[in-house]
């Protein structure tokens, strides 16, 4: 029995060894792959790819700015910054009408996701910009959560919703959102703010904030990369907002104490190593080294695809590819991005638990 024990001890140790050995080797394609990991920082409204912008504007008899998706692709190729990347957006995000439109738009993503071991999706929605186009509350979600059925039914994956107020729409027409969404707040996991970022921002949402917090509702904002006056925005969003979350985040790393204060206080940074339509010089290589210095700085840095109809379809694996072959990332190093995707998703603890385990088990056979 004695002996027994002694063999298992230095097999343990044996297979520890091999473990780290494996850990420490780069990453590939395949073990990316085969790594379930969370996205977490990606818009309902940017899955929509232009095929299927064209598609829906045929179904539904609406006029279309773009008659090709050739064209909708020119044009953010065009495009120089956020505020023209959203006009594109919401171009788009027009032809998407009716309740089996937003279960359609949002399964079709979904399905994509399966194959890259995408098991879980926290969705940002807009709802000021459907309600603005006299969309009722009630038909959106009612998509949505058709949506959410059908992806646990049919596909067996996961998708919760994070809500989102425009940076620049006023904070009376967030705070009427919110209230109205109040029948189905216990179906969703918190809100959210995209956008352009105006000067008035984060200030102008903290009533909204402290609102929806009060009700049970848990915060994240968007700090879009290398905006004007970006450190005190992500200060605001901390300490005004209260947010457990920074969506995109990388100018933390611009501030020794907040990185301090990030690290402090288990703020999550939903990092987007996006690629856009145009190659843009040097883009990817300042996001992928962020995520390599954020990993070395111990921060719970994730990686997340934004807008994939607009971003080339690129999903959470895609880039995780693309940061590995633009900064070398080891395997553990992709096994700490995926566990980073599930500690800071909003799970109950339970769930987070099952999912960390799928991590290390799929790491461990790799
Ligand atoms: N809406 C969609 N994507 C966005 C982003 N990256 N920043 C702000 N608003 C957005
Ligand atoms: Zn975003």
Redesign the pocket.
């Known amino acids: 029995m004695r002996r027994w024990r002694l063999a298992a001890r230095v097999c343990g140790a044996w297979l520890a060894a091999a473990g780290a050995l494996r850990a420490a080797e780069p990453a590939t394609k395949e073990f990316i792959w085969a790594i379930p990991k969370a996205e977490l920082h990606i818009?309902f409204e940017?899955t929509l790819e232009p095929e299927h912008y064209l598609e829906l504007a045929k179904r539904n008899a609406l006029p279309v700015r773009y008659a090709t998706a050739a064209a909708v692709r020119q044009r953010q190729r065009d495009g120089r910054d956020?505020k023209s990347f959203?006009e594109v957006?919401e171009e788009l995000l027009s032809v998407i009408r009716t309740e089996a439109d937003f279960r359609e738009v949002t399964l079709a993503h979904l399905r994509r996701t399966k194959a890259q071991q995408i098991v879980y999706t926290e969705m940002f929605f807009d709802p000021q910009m459907h309600t603005e186009r006299g969309i009722p509350l009630a038909t959106v979600f009612a998509g949505l959560l058709a949506a959410q059925a059908a992806a646990r039914d049919e596909l067996g994956v996961r998708v919760e919703y994070i809500m989102c107020f425009n940076r620049d729409r006023s904070a009376e027409s967030a705070l009427a959102i919110l209230e109205a969404s109040r029948p189905w707040h216990r179906r969703i996991l918190g809100v959210g703010l995209?956008?352009?970022e105006e000067k008035d921002f984060p200030r102008k949402f903290a009533g909204v904030f402290a609102r929806a917090r009060s009700l049970g509702l848990r915060a994240t904002s968007?700090c879009?990369v290398n905006q004007p006056n970006t450190l005190a925005h992500h200060w605001g969003c901390l300490d005004e907002l209260k947010v457990e979350r920074i969506d995109?985040g990388i100018n933390v790393l611009d501030d020794p104490a907040l990185i301090a204060a990030v690290k402090a206080r288990g703020i999550g940074l939903t990092v987007?190593p996006t690629l856009m339509e145009a190659e843009i010089p040097g883009r990817l290589e300042f996001r992928a080294k962020a995520v390599k210095q954020m990993l070395e700085l111990g921060l719970l840095v994730t990686i997340n695809s934004?807008?994939p109809g607009l971003m080339r379809g690129l999903l959470v694996g895609d880039l995780m590819l693309a940061v590995h072959q633009t900064v070398g990332l080891t395997k553990a190093e992709i096994v700490t991005l995926a566990e980073n995707s599930f500690r800071i998703a909003w799970l109950p603890e339970a769930e987070r638990a099952t999912y960390l385990a799928a991590v290390r088990a799929a790491a461990a056979i790799k």
């Open positions: 818009h940017g956020l959203i957006y995209d956008n352009p968007h879009d995109h987007c934004d807008d």
